[in-house]
């Protein structure tokens, strides 16, 4: 028997497996593709205290091995989503979730860290402070070693659950971040968030992206993600949830030998819905031609 | 129930210098109806590209093409036998039920490969006894497709160019000069604004560039009446009333 299973601190995963923010709405729309309790968890739309209705049109585009996003946190606001999404992920999920939570000052962000982490649905709030395609909030605080720590500090003294905090790969040292956010009383940090950029029509001489600049994902964007999961992973003592460019079985176990305890799937779930089942029935395969039973031998192999 | 599975190019044909013609046969367990899309996994394309259906048989989809960039280029060159993985069906389609009762003058109005969707809600309407008025819309001559098929369906088809060498000259939104008592209309921004600008009951179908196509990356929303909606999964039909202009 292949032992699958990964903990977060004192939440017991069945898998390491993690649909990533924004890549898989609530859950639901995936819930009529297959059955969700196969995965390990999975992360939430980017949700803050107000509904927002996102960014202008065109917020996608096609790069090489990846895409270019510029959503910007779109998503009915935190009460709609205790009071509505909650209870119907519920009826087709019966694990914890992690809530990604966003906001444009502390006071929004402590406001739906508050009412969301008090949900016994929700296992970990992922404090996403890396969102590039926000003006106020988001990549502004987790670019600065002291932002980042105060805001972790804040919601840390509201937060009913983990409180992971979700980093951006747009600095010059990941590391010092990310032990700010430990020293702040972070439970976990998961990263990385997109990258800042963008893409041009040559006809035209313009931004494709109407906010000009946008979140690049995808397998484009492995390698510096394995790197900065790396790094990461050998500057702090508490979980470290990798991601960026994921789409194979191999590529959990890349990560996981980089130092991550689970792993996010992300902008793969838009183009092969089924692509985290896919992974998850395939590991066992990945680790009995490894040689182990246990997916927790293959952490930190890379370290 | 949407799923993702591969279908062989049956036919890939130009139709003229920029549209072309696919048609796509695979396994029979799938459904599609008028106005939905699918969306087509491109070999070294990491998004998926939706495409409005033009028309189906039990086993085949076809669909409507024009160059626009690397992805449809690709497809441009493809030979028949080619595999492609399709995710279908998608979005929702025309909603027939919506045209009230005794309309007599129901309107079909496309432009460019806006005539897809329009081709495949033409033959379906007719298929259920309506007698529908088609206004097709091109730049020029050379740009022009699919005015045989149309014409076989034995509708009224009306055409437009903007140029003027071909029909009407003008847009296809002159074909509301003898007002519908409804209307379907896919095309271009500007003709779709200038259909819900009349205040006319109808329905339109948008179109965007798109992350996934069912409902999950909010990469396709647009505000309407009743908030922010998503083109793929709440669309890429709407209902001319909910338009905010």
């Known amino acids: 028997m292949i032992n699958l299973s990964v903990k977060l601190n004192d939440w017991t995963l069945k898998n390491p497996v993690i649909p990533a923010s924004g890549t898989f709405g609530y859950g639901l729309e995936f819930s009529m593709l297959y059955d969700l309790n196969v995965l390990g968890a999975f992360s ?72 969301l982490s008090d949900d016994p649905i929700v296992g970990a709030v992922e404090l996403n402070i890396s969102c590039p395609n926000v003006k106020a909030g988001g990549m502004a605080i987790g670019t600065d070693a002291g932002l980042a720590a105060g805001l972790t500090a804040a919601v840390k003294k509201v937060c009913r659950c983990q409180l992971i905090v979700k980093l951006s790969p747009n600095v010059t040292d990941i590391a010092a971040i990310a032990r700010a956010a430990e020293d702040a009383g972070a439970d976990g940090i998961s990263l990385i968030n997109t990258l800042l950029g963008m893409a041009v029509d040559y006809r035209t001489g313009r931004p494709i992206i109407a906010n000009t600049y946008a979140g690049h994902s995808g397998g484009a964007i492995k390698p510096v993600a394995l790197r900065m999961v790396h790094q990461v992973a050998k500057a702090v003592k508490i979980p470290v949830i990798g991601m960026g460019g994921v789409e194979t079985a191999e590529d959990v176990i890349e990560f996981m030998s980089v130092g991550a305890t689970a792993v996010m799937v992300g902008s793969k779930n838009l183009t092969d ?16 031609e490894l040689g182990t039973d246990d997916i927790n031998t293959v952490r930190g192999r890379a370290l | ?40 996994s491109l070999p070294g394309k990491f998004l998926r590209r939706p495409f409005g259906v033009c028309d ?37 389609g025309f909603t027939l ?45 050379d740009d022009a ?4 098929e149309f014409r076989a369906l034995a509708a009224d088809v009306e055409v437009y160019s903007v140029s003027g060498e071909l029909g009407e000259k003008g847009f296809p939104t002159r074909a509301l000069e003898k007002e519908p008592g409804y209307y379907f209309a896919c095309g271009p921004q500007g003709m779709l604004d200038a259909f819900a600008g009349t205040g006319l009951p109808g329905q339109l179908s948008y179109e965007s560039r798109m992350g996934c196509g069912f409902g999950v990356c909010m990469g ?26």
């Not at chain 1, 927002?52 to 096609?62: D, F, M, Q, T």
């Not at chain 1, 819905?273 to 009995?288: D, G, M």
């Not at chain 2, 093409?65 to 080619?82: E, F, L, N, R, S």
Request: charged fraction near 20%; charge should be positive; include cysteine.
């Open chain 2, 56 to 92: 189906y048989t039990a086993d085949s989809i076809t669909l409507l093409y024009k160059v626009a960039g690397g992805g449809t280029a690709d497809m441009a060159a493809m030979a028949a036998g080619t595999v492609l993985n399709v995710m279908l069906p998608l979005g929702n």
């Open chain 2, 1 to 40: 129930m949407l799923k993702t599975a591969d279908f062989v190019i049956a036919k890939n044909r130009a139709l003229n210098q920029n549209v072309y013609e696919m048609v796509l046969t695979g396994a029979a367990d799938f459904s599609v109806a008028a106005g939905q899309f699918v969306n087509l």
């Open chain 2, 145 to 148: 497709f699919y005015l045989a």
């Open chain 1, 44 to 115: 939430t739309k980017g949700t803050t205290w107000e509904p927002r209705v996102g960014n202008p049109l065109p917020r996608i585009a096609e790069t090489a091995s990846g895409m270019l996003n510029a959503v910007g946190l779109q998503n009915p606001g935190a009460q709609a989503v205790k009071s509505l999404y909650f209870p119907a992920i519920r009826r087709v999920f019966s694990d914890k979730l992690i809530v990604n939570v966003g906001g444009h000052d502390e006071e929004s962000y402590i406001k739906a860290v508050e009412l």
């Open chain 1, 273 to 288: 819905p089924f692509v985290c089942k896919k992974i998850i029935e395939r590991l066992p395969s990945v680790l009995q």
């Open chain 2, 97 to 141: 039920g919506a045209i009230p009762a005794g309309t007599g003058d129901v309107l079909l109005a496309a432009g460019g490969t806006g005539a897809a969707p329009i081709y495949c809600l033409t033959k379906t309407l007719i298929e259920r006894g309506f007698r529908p008025r088609v206004a097709l819309g091109f730049n020029g001559r």
């Open chain 2, 220 to 245: 396709c929303t647009m505000v309407t009446r009743k908030g922010a909606r998503r083109i793929c999964a709440d669309g890429p039909v709407f209902l001319a009333e909910d338009i905010l202009l």
